[in-house]
């Protein structure tokens, strides 16, 4: 089993930067693929962004390409979520996921990760 806890969110203005942390226990995810989703009340999770096992190939919704980079550090069990420009339509709870058995073609659907954190609350507004 795989244990993953998010950080790094908050209140920031248009146009500030935040940095999510996603620390991962109970197993190395050096051979999982990662990804940030989100969700707003009312609203589907939606995808964000994923990394590969290797972190060589990256995937990221449009409106955030560009603005949030993910990167991995296996050796710490850790993801982030590099988010700047920040918008109020980022605005929502940010979860990350975690799974061995994704599928390339499949980076972006909720249903292929099996492992979930709590999440973390992003605000976006002055």
């Known amino acids: 089993q795989v244990q993953l806890v998010e950080s790094g969110g908050g209140l920031v203005q248009p146009g500030g930067s935040l940095r999510l942390s996603c620390a991962a226990s109970?197993?190395?995810?050096?051979?999982?693929?990662m990804a940030w989703f989100r969700q707003v009340p009312g609203k589907e999770r939606e995808f964000v962004a994923a990394i590969w096992r290797s972190g060589g190939n990256k995937f990221y919704k449009d409106s955030v390409k560009g603005r949030f980079i993910i990167s991995r550090e296996n050796d710490k069990n850790t993801v982030f979520l590099q988010m700047d420009s920040l918008k109020s339509e980022d605005t929502a709870v940010y979860y990350c996921?975690?799974?061995?058995?994704?599928?390339?073609?499949?980076?972006?659907?909720?249903?292929?990760?099996?492992?979930w954190g709590q999440g973390t609350q992003v605000t976006v507004g002055s």
């Open positions: 109970g197993r190395t995810i050096s051979r999982y693929t």
């Open positions: 996921a975690g799974d061995s058995g994704v599928i390339l073609s499949s980076v972006r659907d909720a249903r292929m990760y099996d492992y």
